[in-house]
């Protein structure tokens, strides 16, 4: 398999991934189509852009058997595009059990050639007891290494095989899947059995189990089942999902529940259609309900797909202007679990990886929680680094005049105080050495200084870690800080001691004064 990354953001990826039917791009949400009984059209489907479609082998086999052997899936279901193939793995969430052996699924995807497979997995669910799940993890990775050496020997089209982790809320497990499946050499991981999950709307859980995933399979595409809710888009893409399926357009739709950009809503509690997808544009919400259900459900179903396909589109711009942070923390917004999970983002370390060194925008640093992300964590680790052979040091606030060493500020500094080490402090990024100034973030950033009015220390943690780092080098005779309310408070907060530390209230003509 070709996994060609173009462009990334945290661990958002815009990429392509080649498969024997064609290339898709990603991220990408992958509809589940029913091969029996779907009811939006495969053509609208393509015509909305979707360029690869998910669907059942195990119901596959039980309905066409043979003929689906003889005519292959494309054919089955009429799309030429790249097709997924699901085992039977949620038929054995929901029933407890399949008849087919694990190697006759596996040979049967091989033979309706399917593009992007499955092997037979025993999803763990969500709310297991460990040893009940370490048992479902067992048997998944057997029947894993078992379909896998089934299909060494004949997968002549080069489909891409996945390998499914298991494990839910016992990360540990969701660990041991993800290395070994890993290490047999699936060239695509699939996290399973999140949809209990997202049903009780535990994000903070979810995003757990995508991290410890990403912790031992860091380069290959990740995908993840069931996810098909606006507001879970955004988050996995961050975490580094790439493809992602669900059939809760429809589902939803059944249920008259109508989806938008910040969850969904039932459509009989609507006032307004703020949607202006070919669906809504053309009738009210009371001519909507109206319809006979058949259709109802038919056109709910398609403006769920415009909803779905359009928050995909708003996440690859994301990556793509270096804003999917903000995106992200604007998502969490609509939901008190939704901000559960964003919060986590600082324990996720690896999300630095994919975050470009440079961005063409400025960063925007609007609330305490921005000082975690990581263009921040990165200057930090630079500016803790550096060493100046001068004895002498002053501190002043961050100008966001661009680089500090730019600013009028600076060369006012610099007369008054030419044998000293001259920096600016920035509450998310800390002490700024000028000389470096001019490196992305520091030189890229905007603040509303309005947010900073009487601080407390304590929430500016990686400020006063910065701070601390500084005062703790025996080679400064001396420091001076000129310092504005919110230095006063970290400061006061942290009770400063230094041997030859001097503090100067900062006003307007702080410079003219001293």
């Known amino acids: 398999m070709l996994f060609e990354v173009r462009y990334s953001d945290l661990a958002g990826r815009i990429g392509k991934i080649k498969t024997p039917s064609g290339t898709f791009e990603t991220p990408a949400f992958i509809p589940v189509i029913h091969p029996v009984s779907q009811s939006v059209e495969i053509d609208f489907l393509k015509k909305l852009g979707f360029e690869a479609v ?53 040979q049967f995807e091989n033979d309706i050639k399917s593009d992007i497979c499955v092997p037979l997995d025993k999803p763990t669910g969500y709310g297991l007891r460990y040893d009940v799940a370490e048992r479902y993890v067992t048997e998944t990775i057997k029947n894993s290494q078992e379909t896998l050496n089934l299909i060494k020997s004949n997968n002549e089209r080069n489909s891409v095989w996945v390998g499914p982790v298991q494990g839910a809320e016992h990360l540990d497990l969701v660990k041991r899947s993800a290395e070994q499946l890993d ?11 999140p949809v209990q999950l997202l049903e ?9 189990m995508i991290a410890a995933l990403k912790s031992k399979v860091m380069s290959k595409p990740v995908h993840l089942f069931g996810a098909g809710h606006p507001l879970t888009i955004p988050l996995a893409v961050a975490l580094g999902c790439d493809t992602f399926d669900s059939a809760s357009y429809m589902l939803y739709a059944r249920d008259n529940r109508y989806m938008h950009a910040n969850g969904t809503s039932r459509l009989d509690k609507l006032t307004y259609l703020s949607c202006q997808c070919p669906i809504c544009i053309n009738m009210t919400v009371s001519e909507f309900v109206d319809l006979e259900y058949k259709e109802r459900t038919d056109k709910l179903a398609k403006h ?24 992200v923390g604007q998502k969490a917004r609509a939901h008190p679990k939704l901000m559960e999970a964003y919060k ?37 680790n630079i500016f803790d680094s ?5 004895k002498k040091m002053v501190l002043y606030p961050d100008t966001q005049v661009s680089p500090f060493y730019s ?15 001259i920096c600016a402090y920035n509450p998310f990024i800390g002490i700024i050495p000028a000389e470096i100034s001019d490196i992305y973030p520091a030189a890229h950033n905007l603040i509303s ?39 006063q408070r970290i400061v006061h907060e942290t009770n400063t001691e230094y041997k030859n530390l001097k503090i100067i209230e900062y006003t307007d003509d702080v410079l003219e004064k001293i």
């Open 54 to 106: 998910i669907t059942n082998a195990y119901i596959t086999l039980r309905q066409y058997g043979d003929v689906a052997r003889e005519k292959g899936i494309h054919k089955i279901i009429n799309f030429d595009g790249p097709i997924m193939t699901d085992s039977g793995g949620y038929q054995v969430l929901e029933y407890g059990s399949i008849e087919p052996e694990p190697s006759y699924i596996a």
């Open 200 to 208: 009780a709307y535990e994000f903070a859980i979810l995003a757990d």
């Open 449 to 487: 200084k309005k947010k900073f009015n009487l601080p407390n220390a304590k929430d500016y943690p990686t400020f006063v870690s910065s701070f601390e780092k500084l005062l703790s080098h025996d080679y400064l005779d001396e420091i001076i800080i000129i310092a504005d309310e919110f230095m």
């Open 407 to 421: 600013s009028r500020e600076y060369h006012k500094l610099y007369k008054k105080f030419s044998d000293y080490q």
């Open 344 to 380: 986590l983002f600082l324990n996720f370390k690896y999300l630095e990886d994919g975050t470009p060194i440079f961005k063409k925008k400025a960063i925007f640093f609007m609330e305490t929680f921005d000082q975690y992300r990581p263009e921040a964590s990165r200057i930090r």
């Open 183 to 193: 290490e047999m050499g699936y060239e695509m991981m699939a996290l399973g059995s």
């Open 386 to 390: 550096f060493r100046t052979n001068k």
């Open 304 to 327: 769920n797909l415009y909803i779905l396909r359009g928050e995909v589109l708003s996440v690859k711009q994301a990556i793509m202007e270096g804003r999917l942070w903000e995106y």
